[in-house]
């Protein structure tokens, strides 16, 4: 695990409150916590698709702001969306143009796509994920969740991205698929990608994250390493809040 890369602080909108930490190159880190803990809604705003009403954030100590995805991509942060099929995909279109839409920029030459190029690139990133498909031709529709799922995570991997965000990256696929996404989410964090992981499962969280940041109400209410995760202690830390509440009537 290396330098920082991002960093934020006090950021507040709608769902959380005063959320502050840090991401280290080759870093795994989890945001867990229940339902409606707020984790998803922080990680949607640090990628530009919900508003931020305060806070500051930074890529390798420059400071930014994402006020969409597209100002959020250009600093190098990337979202693995828990909504594949309405926001991660283009199903009736090419697994082709899946993989190379957000990349175009990358594989033009002049004002015209250089198709040679974007074919080869595709064809090698599907043969690295394992994508299981006769044809990189064939539309995103046809392919099963933990395929489709392998095309999005292609796609931002293909953007070489200094922060990528997955929102409940295995949500839906079988568990051969989902062996083969740690895999390649660990294999990402050995080549020096900073990496937030967004989930409810918590065996997902402790056996692929670093360091674990738990959320109840919209605020952080612990942080653990990984030599200290125990499922009940992160529940306890995602109860926290809820308990509180209760116990003030």
Not at 1 to 15: M, Y
Request: aromatic share 4%; with cysteine.
């Amino acid at each position: 695990i290396g330098p920082v890369v991002f960093e934020c602080e006090g950021l507040s909108g709608k769902g959380f409150e005063n959320i502050s930490f840090q991401v280290r190159a080759g870093e795994i880190l989890g945001l867990s916590g229940l339902v409606g803990s707020g984790r998803s809604e922080t990680a949607r705003a640090i990628y530009g698709l919900d508003s931020l009403r305060s806070g500051s954030m930074k890529i390798n100590g420059t400071p930014i702001k994402t006020k969409n995805a597209r100002q959020a991509i250009e600093h190098g942060i990337c979202m693995v969306n828990e909504d594949r099929k309405n926001y991660g995909l283009c199903l009736m279109r090419s697994i082709r143009e899946n993989m190379s839409l957000p990349n175009l920029k990358y594989r033009q030459r002049g004002i015209l796509l250089n198709q040679r190029r974007e074919k080869k690139e595709c064809g090698e990133y599907g043969d690295a994920l394992k994508l299981k498909t006769s044809s990189i031709e064939h539309t995103a529709l046809s392919l099963s969740g933990g395929n489709q799922q392998k095309v999005v995570i292609a796609k931002w991997i293909m953007s070489n991205p200094k922060l990528l965000i997955l929102d409940e990256p295995t949500r839906g696929v079988d568990v051969g698929a989902k062996a083969e996404i740690y895999m390649i989410i660990d294999r990402l964090a050995k080549e020096g990608i900073s990496v937030i992981m967004v989930s409810s499962e918590l065996n997902e969280i402790i056996n692929m994250c670093d360091r674990v940041l738990v959320m109840s109400d919209g605020r952080i209410t612990g942080e653990l390493d990984r030599s200290e995760f125990t499922q009940e202690l992160i529940m306890s830390f995602a109860t926290t809040m809820k308990e509180e509440t209760a116990a003030n009537g």
